[in-house]
């Protein structure tokens, strides 16, 4: 099916609630009136059947979670984000490689959004990785899109949303998303413009989520893979600009060597180096880091002793979504709520698309 999608709302201001990100997060004291979309995150998928495992969505919790944040906005919408970086991809590669496999799930997910109150369906595969994959993909969101609505043509009800959390470019592992496709049958994707360094796969320090390489244009950045996709004919409004509320810390091999390109000697803080924001807030203070901005790359980074860490602060946070509107795209989103300090960013995100004057550039 192609065409566009019926509209949830005029702009995407969303994040995702990570269920296994072992913080404590008060449902209570959040202010929902700052999102449009918020995605539940992750259900997985049973390797046998296909199907959804509802024994990973803690259902009594989204109830909960739903009924606090709707009390301040009635209109916000949820998504059953499916997958993400931990999810096993074997699976996704089964599910999607056989027309009864697809079918399975597709029809399990449409099930378990209407039996417990979704809007819509998200689709967290990180990442398909060949051509065979990218196939699978395309022929998976096609039937998707038509299970959908003739789902919504039964019950009488609004088609669910189709979404995807997609690589920062369209290109992935030498391999293209079938960009037309994802026009034709997502109502918007989720482009994950973040973790280009961590301590994990990247020796040196670097800007986790530059927005900008001003050493090569081209390079590794958000700019630079939403050229691409725009290139690649994916229409503005079908894009979400997305930014990280974590950031990545290194132990570093020289303390007096502090800035980019820093030889480093694996993670710092915690075991695979991956800090929240809160959490990178806290440790300024407690250990007298000293902090850098660096509007080039438009980022943030800190260091004390041997520890670097590369994040992204509201200063940061507001560029970017000042970007996302100035071009064009649909919205932002981020990853994830709980990393939030106090939902600082997310409150600085949402006024700063509100006041974003695209007339005027400012």
């Known amino acids: ?58 259902l009594p919790q989204f109830y909960k ?19 993400g970086k931990n999810a096993e991809k074997t699976v996704f590669d089964s599910m999607t490689s056989k027309p009864e496999n697809r079918k399975a799930f597709i029809d399990s997910s449409i099930s378990v959004a209407r039996e417990y109150g979704f809007q819509g369906l998200d689709l967290a595969w990180e990442y398909p990785s060949n051509i065979v994959e990218m196939a699978n993909f395309k022929k998976l969101i096609e039937e998707w899109r038509v299970a959908v609505q003739d789902d919504s043509d039964t019950t009488g009800l609004l088609p669910l949303l189709l979404t995807a959390a997609v690589h920062y470019s369209p290109d992935y592992n030498s ?36 927005l900008y390489d001003p050493s090569n244009p081209a390079g590794v950045s958000g ?18 600009l997305g930014f990280s509320y974590c950031g990545w ?14 030889a480093t000697d694996g993670a710092a803080i915690t075991p695979d180096g991956s800090v929240t924001y809160d959490e990178i807030k806290d440790y300024i203070v407690s250990s007298g ?10 980022g943030f980074y800190c260091h004390a002793g041997t520890t670097w860490i590369g994040y ?34 997310s409150r600085a995100a949402s006024l700063a698309w509100d006041t974003t004057d695209i007339t005027t550039g400012k």
Do not use: C
């Open 1 to 58: 099916m192609s065409g566009e999608m019926l509209r949830s709302s005029p702009v995407v201001k969303a994040s995702y609630y990570y269920l296994n990100s072992g913080k404590k997060f008060e449902t209570t004291t959040m202010d929902s009136t700052v999102f449009t979309h918020l995605f539940w995150a992750f259900a997985q998928i049973d390797p046998s059947s296909h199907k959804i495992d509802l024994s990973t969505m803690n």
């Open 65 to 83: 979670f739903t009924e606090i944040a709707q009390l301040k906005n009635k209109p916000l919408q949820f998504l059953l984000s499916i997958g």
């Open 175 to 210: 391999v293209q998303y079938p960009v037309q496709a994802i026009a034709d049958n997502l109502d918007f994707v989720n482009i994950m413009s973040y973790d280009f360094y961590g301590p994990g796969w990247s020796e040196v320090t670097g800007p986790p989520a530059a």
């Open 223 to 240: 700019d630079s893979g939403l050229r691409k996709w725009l290139d690649a004919n994916l229409p503005a409004k079908k894009a979400v």
């Open 249 to 262: 810390a290194w132990k570093l091999e020289d303390p007096k060597t502090d800035g980019y390109d820093a």
């Open 289 to 298: 880091a000293a902090t850098y901005h660096d509007p080039a790359v438009v």
């Open 312 to 345: 992204d602060d509201n200063q940061s946070i507001v560029t970017k979504v000042k970007y996302a509107k100035l071009n064009g795209l649909y919205g932002y989103f981020s990853w994830h709520l709980a990393a939030d300090f106090d939902g600082g960013l």
